[in-house]
């Protein structure tokens, strides 16, 4: 069956150092990728998002690498600050509309000062 | 002001009681969707709706759950007889790729 998975529950990082989450997913015909960040009590806010046409893409202090040989995704943020402290999601899709988002079971991002 | 508002915040109801959640999308979407995500877990999918009715459901998406739009503003997600494994977080999405979540309902059943 479809299933995303992240490899490391929590991460912890020293302020200003760069962090990376990965996270791996199975079914081969998801088309679009998106990670998003959820604060304590909150709902998943959107970060970036990647396309299967392309193999990275970048943001304000965040890149989104996909590799679809293997199945793999990862996020990086780049001089991480503590109000990057927050629990992290890919999930998978395919475009089209109104398909849904199968989300990883989240990496726990934690900024040490 | 919030591209999805879901109300109420928190709801704590006693098992078999029906409950009835609510999103308020600010500007105009196709697509709607509900998801749960119990406390520690990842968020997961129950429905899509689209054209005024369910494009797809979930396992968890049974008989005791139900979708409106009833004034083409207004999304809701009822409950009809709570379980105690209801208790979750329920966020409401719209967007047809990239989606907005809501900042979610707390349901709690005692």
């Known amino acids: 069956g479809e299933s995303v998975g992240l490899h490391l529950p929590t991460l912890s990082v020293q302020e200003g150092d760069n962090s990376i989450i990965n996270c791996a997913y199975s079914?081969?015909?998801?088309?679009?990728f998106i990670w998003y960040k959820q604060e304590s009590g909150k709902g998943p806010q959107f970060i970036i998002d990647?396309?299967?046409?392309?193999d990275k893409r970048q943001g304000q202090r965040v890149t989104v690498l996909l590799n679809k040989t293997v199945k793999h995704l990862s996020l990086q943020i780049a001089a991480t600050q503590p109000g990057d402290s927050a629990v992290y999601f890919c999930?998978?899709?395919?475009?089209?509309?109104?398909?849904?988002?199968?989300f990883g079971t989240g990496t726990q991002l934690k900024v040490e000062l | 002001e919030p591209e999805v508002t879901q109300t109420p915040s928190h709801q704590v109801t006693q098992m078999g009681q029906e409950v009835i959640l609510r999103c308020v999308p600010i500007?105009?979407?196709?697509?709607f969707y509900w998801y749960r995500q119990i406390l520690g877990q990842k968020v997961e999918f129950l429905v899509s709706?689209?054209?005024?009715?369910?494009?797809?459901k979930s396992e968890i998406f049974d008989d005791q759950f139900s979708v409106e739009r009833p004034d083409g503003s207004n999304f809701t997600l009822k409950i009809r007889s709570t379980k105690l494994e209801d208790s979750a977080m329920y966020f409401c999405?719209?967007?047809?790729?990239?989606?907005?979540f809501g900042s979610g309902t707390r349901l709690t059943v005692v």
């Open positions: 500007s105009n979407h196709l697509y």
């Open positions: 990647i396309r299967s046409n392309m």
């Open positions: 079914n081969s015909a998801s088309d679009y």
């Open positions: 709706f689209y054209n005024n009715e369910i494009s797809e």
């Open positions: 999930a998978e899709t395919l475009t089209g509309g109104g398909n849904k988002l199968t």
């Open positions: 999405a719209v967007g047809q790729d990239g989606y907005t």
